[in-house]
């Protein structure tokens, strides 16, 4: 279960990380500085976190976007529920949150090493996505190609954003992304 006290904690550690990574670089900064940053001791940051780059492609959203991939309606394509659920977990991110995602973005942008990172990241939401259409009846692989197909559309927006202007917010690229794969004649 997480509690207040784990997202306060990961909080802090993530607000400390970024503002070392910017100011010093992502290769530059230690896990031990991260930690005496935020106030914990490594061990608690290994709690929390992994790796140092998880802190920056790990994201608690996977059951949120499962849960709104699997709330469209049956109906539909496994592709178009994925987009869908994708766009109502967006509408769910709050400004803080957007602002903490794009300095997140801008550091992976800037380091090649990271960007393998995304993509352990992005599997891991694929993989929920995926296992939520199949859990309702959708074939394997088209659960995994709605999917991947709606992920790869959002990573391009992600990585995108984080050198768009700062009037750009990640909810105006991952719509317009998504929008590309749309059914012919849809408005959202």
Known sequence: MVTPRTL???ARILDAALDLFERQGYDATTVNQIADAAGITP?????HFPTKDAVLVTDPYDP???DAVGAQPADLS???R???GLLTALGDITPTEDTTARRRVAL???SPSLRAAVSVGTDATQQAITDRLVADGTDPLDAAIAASACLAATTAALLAWGSAPSDVTLTDLVRRALAQLAPA????
């Open 185 to 188: 004649g849809a408005t959202s």
């Open 108 to 110: 992976v942008a800037q």
């Open 64 to 66: 949120l976007i499962a």
């Open 82 to 84: 994925t987009r869908l």
């Open 43 to 47: 061990m608690t940051f290994f709690r």
């Open 78 to 80: 496994p592709l178009e």
């Open 8 to 10: 306060r904690t990961r």
